[in-house]
C-alpha cells in the first residue's frame, strides 16, 4: 500500500484543519492506521490511531480533545480533523499504516508504511 497525505496548511491559532490520507491497493481495511508528527529539531511523536474498521480508536494525552481520527474505507481514506489548534501543534503530520490492528503500536519505529508528510503551520 502507498499512502498520500493532504489538507496542511497555514492556519492562526483557534482554526481548525482536516487532514486527509489516501492509501492505493484494495486492502486498506486490513491496515491500523495513525497519525504522527515532526516538529522541527525533534522526534516523531504519535498523535492518534484508528483499527481497520473505524471502531477503536486512541489518541496522545496531548491532544486533550481537540483531534478526532476518522476512516472512509469505502474511499481508502484516513482523517484528522484538528480544532482548536495552538502553536504547538506546528509539525509536518504523516499518515501511517501497519497492518493488523494492534492499537498499542504507537511509536514510529511500528511503522513501515508512511506518507510523505504535510506541513500544519498554526500562528499565534
Known amino acids: 500500500v502507498q499512502l498520500q497525505a493532504s489538507g496542511g496548511g497555514l492556519v492562526q491559532a483557534g482554526g481548525s484543519l482536516r487532514l486527509s490520507c489516501v492509501a492505493s491497493g484494495r486492502t486498506f481495511s486490513v491496515y491500523g492506521m495513525a497519525w504522527f508528527r515532526q516538529a522541527p529539531g525533534k522526534e516523531r511523536e504519535f498523535v492518534a490511531i484508528?483499527?481497520?474498521?473505524?471502531?477503536?480508536?486512541y489518541y496522545a494525552d496531548f491532544l486533550k480533545g481537540r483531534f478526532t481520527i476518522s476512516r472512509d474505507n469505502a474511499k481508502n481514506t484516513v482523517y484528522l480533523q484538528m480544532n482548536s489548534l495552538e502553536p504547538e501543534d506546528t509539525a509536518v503530520y504523516y499518515c501511517?499504516?501497519?497492518?493488523?490492528?494492534?492499537?498499542?503500536?504507537?511509536?514510529?519505529?511500528?511503522?513501515?508504511?508512511w506518507g510523505q508528510g504535510t506541513q500544519v503551520t498554526v500562528s499565534s
Open positions: 501511517a499504516a501497519r497492518y493488523g490492528s494492534n492499537m498499542y503500536a504507537r511509536v514510529s519505529s511500528e511503522y513501515t508504511i
Open positions: 484508528i483499527n481497520g474498521s473505524g471502531v477503536r480508536k
